[in-house]
């Protein structure tokens, strides 16, 4: 029997974490296997904001493909009785998951990655190698990243219960402008942007016992109803499973962890691709002297964990204060933002949660 391929690296999971990474990883000359489970082009819930600092490094990763899409430079929250508008520090852009994953996993192909989708991966080994097994056949590599989201059968299980779900569907508005807008409500949020003419993608985090359905999302926010009215939906509603929040790992039985396996940023802070993308090239970058025969794979991991606390930590420590106060009981909420000042907070909230 012919023996297995040794790929210097396996990623798992061919989300934006998993692609920058397997791309980083072969630009280097590095042999490497990338499997998802799924098959692309497919939608997936999220706001779709891509935030100012991904761009250069989506670009270097991607080319100039997502050049037609719409910039996002401003950006509108809506409170219960006030509103504020301002311009973001530097243009976002507005990138339907449907486009970006499968042109990043495009992407990875043309840089020479042996990218497979349709495999789920069931389990991971280590014994010197760590061998990958899926229904078909084991594939063998020096090391493997894990870029398989928030909720993975290669994840630590963690029993609390989640109160938070997902929704997202894309809507026909006609006369859509080209800004990213955050309807905030007891027991949630809902942003709407333009992903297209006349084209919106609305995506809410929502606890599980306030609403099941983005019809019931809506109906939480005078001004989102009132929008709303004459949206004709463009996809059926896609839902997440629960939204867990907890401090970032950067390995978990040998895997580095990247991305939303990593940790899981507040959607709000629009950050999560990101540092899917950053976390992803960080770890490709980090492997590199394992590769090279220069380093053991635990002073990797060591060196992964530095620089993501670095870099990263920040991000999600000031994330979890602003859910803090925007989850706290309405008179809470108005009497700190009342004392704060809505535009400081909102300006806190585009800056202080980004990865750098
Ligand atoms: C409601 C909501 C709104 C959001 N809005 C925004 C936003 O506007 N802007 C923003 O930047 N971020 C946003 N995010 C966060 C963003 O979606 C994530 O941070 C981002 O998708 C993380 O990318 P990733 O590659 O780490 O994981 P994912 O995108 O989840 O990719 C993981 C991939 O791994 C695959 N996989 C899983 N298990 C296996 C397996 N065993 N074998 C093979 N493949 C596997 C999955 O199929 C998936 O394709 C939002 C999230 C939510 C929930």
Redesign the pocket.
């Known amino acids: 029997m012919e023996a297995a391929t040794l790929y210097d690296l396996i990623v ?7 692609s920058a990474c397997a791309i980083t990883a072969a630009r280097a000359g590095a042999r490497v296997l990338l ?4 098959q692309f082009p497919r939608h ?8 100012a600092e ?1 761009l250069e490094l989506l670009r270097s990763l991607n080319g100039s493909h997502f050049q037609d899409k719409p910039a996002i430079e401003t950006a509108r929250l809506f409170m219960r009785n006030r509103r504020v508008s301002f311009q973001l520090p530097r243009a976002a852009m507005s990138i339907p ?1 449907f486009e970006l ?1 499968a042109g990043l996993f495009h992407a990875a192909q043309m840089q020479g990655v042996h990218a497979r989708q349709g ?4 389990e991971v080994l280590r014994d010197g190698t760590f061998q990958v097994f899926t229904p078909e056949q084991p594939f063998v590599a020096k090391a493997v990243v894990n ?4 909720w ?3 994840a630590q299980r963690r029993a609390s219960p989640s109160k938070w779900i ?3 569907a894309h809507f026909r508005e006609a006369g859509s402008a080209p800004s990213v807008d955050l309807y905030f409500f007891p027991g949630g949020y809902c ?1 709407v ?1 333009q992903v297209g003419h006349d084209r919106v993608n609305a ?3 929502v606890r599980a016992n306030v609403a099941r359905t983005l019809t019931q999302v809506f109906s939480l926010h005078p001004e989102l109803w009132k929008r709303s009215r004459d949206w004709e939906p463009l996809f059926p509603t896609l839902t ?1 499973s629960g ?1 867990l929040f907890r401090r970032p790992e950067t390995q978990f039985q040998h895997m580095i962890l ?4 990593a940790g ?2 507040d ?1 709000f802070a ?7 993308l950053h976390s ?1 090239a960080l770890a490709a970058q980090s492997l590199l002297p394992f590769f090279a025969g220069k380093a053991t794979l635990n002073e990797v991991h060591h060196e992964y964990a530095s620089l993501y606390q670095q870099r990263f930590a920040g991000a999600f420590r000031n994330a979890r204060r602003m859910r803090r106060i925007l989850s706290s009981p309405e008179w809470v909420r108005s009497t700190m933002l009342g004392i704060a000042g809505l535009k400081p907070v909102a300006s806190a909230l585009v800056s202080s949660t980004r990865a750098k």
Not at 119 to 122: A, E, K, N, T
Not at 270 to 276: K, M, P, T
């Open positions: 798992i999971g061919g989300g934006p974490a998993g499997l998802e489970k799924d997936k819930v999220c706001g779709e904001f891509v935030s991904s998951r994953d495999v789920h991966v069931g870029a398989t989201g928030r993975s059968n290669l997902g929704l997202k942003g942007q995506c809410a985090m997440t939204l990247v991305g939303d396996a899981f940023i959607p629009g950050d999560g691709i990101s540092l899917a992803g």
